[in-house]
């Protein structure tokens, strides 16, 4: 009987332990945990790692590079760049150097080669975004990221976080699901893309333009990535949407991804603002392009899950049909 192949698999987590035991430097025995999955199948996989002297740390399982057109240099981008912010003293869950130096690890799943990294892990708890004082730190931290990674000399490729990418990609994958009976939404989607397009065209052309205004960003700050102790200290984690990008897209996607923009209490976004404020001056032209990049986003997000690789299913974005 042939074997059958295998889309989404779940690495066990002793076998994951032997692993770990036998490529870093920890002091055994090393245990692994999964963290709860529920429905998310297309994220990547992270377990918690504890070792024999109760140091604990974060293993990511990253998902089968095909899905997302990652290369091996696309996680040693991440990687290295989040060494580089370690360094450079930012409040990130960093990564853990292997006994051979690297940084980066590799496994051979049913479905194919998959990449992990073990990292520190975030103490505290999730932000809430009804505190003031966080979305201040928020903001702060966010910006002392953009700029530090100014001076960041990558030595990976890594795919852009450019219009094609953020635009034209996902309307490519949903117009394959979006059929006749959704004509109508995909017009009013396909209008707002490219009006979206086109205002940061103008925007990115015009005397305003400034130069530190594309460079390293996030790709996905949201109030679940980052961590507080109770002491109001952060830990940022998740940077696995990582790459070249704008920063006002940045900030509108943490926007998004918290609501906050629709927030009824204009104190909570204003607090956010002041923090980044306090360590890097917007220019006009970032601070107009959030809005569209709001649109952007949901437009990349809609697009995302329109990946034809059944992780999610087919009615999660597409209607059933008999």
Same mark, same amino acid.
């Given at each position: 009987?042939?074997?059958?192949? =295998? *889309? +989404?698999?779940?690495?066990?987590?002793?076998?994951?332990?032997?692993?770990? @035991?036998?490529? %870093?430097? /920890?002091?055994?025995?090393?245990?692994?945990?999964? &963290?709860?999955?529920?429905?998310?199948?297309?994220?990547?996989?992270?377990?918690?790692?504890?070792?024999?002297?109760?140091?604990?740390?974060?293993? +990511?399982?990253?998902?089968?590079?095909?899905?997302?057109?990652? @290369?091996?240099?696309?996680?040693?981008?991440?990687?290295?760049?989040?060494?580089?912010?370690?360094?450079?003293?930012?409040?990130?869950?960093?990564?853990?150097?292997?006994?051979?130096?690297?940084?980066?690890?590799?496994?051979?799943?049913?479905?194919?080669?998959?990449?992990?990294?073990?990292?520190?892990?975030?103490?505290? +708890?999730?932000?809430?975004?009804?505190?003031?004082?966080?979305?201040?730190?928020?903001?702060?931290?966010?910006?002392?990221?953009?700029?530090?990674?100014?001076? %960041? @000399?990558? !030595?990976?490729?890594?795919?852009?976080?450019?219009?094609?990418?953020? *635009?034209?990609?996902?309307?490519? +994958?949903?117009?394959?699901?979006?059929?006749?009976?959704? #004509?109508?939404? /995909?017009?009013?989607?396909?209008?707002?893309?490219?009006?979206? !397009?086109?205002?940061?065209?103008?925007?990115?052309?015009?005397?305003?333009?400034?130069?530190?205004?594309?460079?390293?960003?996030?790709?996905? $700050?949201?109030?679940?990535? =980052? &961590?507080?102790?109770?002491?109001?200290?952060?830990? &940022?984690?998740? $940077?696995?949407?990582?790459?070249?990008?704008?920063? #006002?897209?940045?900030?509108?996607?943490?926007?998004?991804?918290?609501?906050?923009?629709?927030?009824?209490?204009?104190?909570?976004?204003?607090?956010?603002?002041?923090?980044?404020?306090?360590?890097?001056?917007?220019?006009?032209?970032?601070?107009?392009?959030? #809005?569209?990049?709001?649109?952007?986003?949901?437009?990349? @997000?809609?697009?995302?899950?329109?990946?034809?690789?059944? /992780?999610?299913?087919?009615?999660?974005?597409?209607?059933?049909?008999?």
């Amino acid at each position: 009987m042939n074997q059958i192949r =295998v *889309v +989404r698999s779940f690495v066990a987590a002793d076998a994951l332990a032997e692993l770990i @035991q036998a490529d %870093y430097n /920890l002091q055994g025995p090393v245990r692994c945990q999964l &963290f709860s999955k529920m429905l998310r199948t297309q994220d990547n996989d992270h377990y918690l790692v504890t070792t024999g002297d109760d140091q604990r740390y974060v293993v +990511r399982v990253y998902q089968l590079g095909t899905r997302l057109n990652r @290369q091996e240099s696309d996680y040693q981008y991440e990687i290295d760049w989040l060494n580089f912010l370690h360094g450079a003293g930012l409040p990130i869950s960093y990564p853990i150097v292997r006994a051979d130096g690297g940084l980066l690890s590799r496994l051979y799943a049913p479905e194919g080669m998959r990449y992990y990294a073990l990292f520190s892990l975030a103490p505290g +708890r999730p932000m809430s975004i009804q505190n003031e004082e966080q979305l201040f730190v928020m903001g702060r931290e966010m910006a002392r990221i953009h700029l530090a990674s100014n001076d %960041y @000399q990558g !030595k990976f490729e890594r795919q852009p976080m450019n219009l094609e990418f953020l *635009v034209d990609k996902p309307m490519e +994958r949903i117009k394959q699901y979006w059929d006749e009976d959704r #004509a109508d939404d /995909l017009e009013i989607l396909m209008i707002s893309a490219e009006e979206a !397009k086109e205002e940061i065209l103008a925007l990115i052309a015009n005397e305003q333009h400034t130069p530190d205004s594309w460079g390293p960003i996030g790709g996905d $700050f949201h109030s679940g990535s =980052v &961590f507080f102790t109770d002491d109001n200290h952060p830990t &940022f984690f998740n $940077f696995d949407w990582c790459g070249y990008g704008w920063r #006002a897209y940045d900030i509108a996607v943490f926007l998004f991804n918290t609501n906050l923009i629709h927030n009824s209490s204009a104190e909570l976004s204003e607090a956010f603002f002041a923090g980044y404020y306090s360590q890097r001056q917007l220019s006009s032209n970032e601070h107009a392009a959030i #809005a569209p990049f709001l649109t952007i986003r949901r437009i990349w @997000q809609t697009g995302l899950f329109s990946m034809n690789d059944g /992780l999610v299913g087919h009615t999660f974005i597409a209607p059933a049909h008999n």
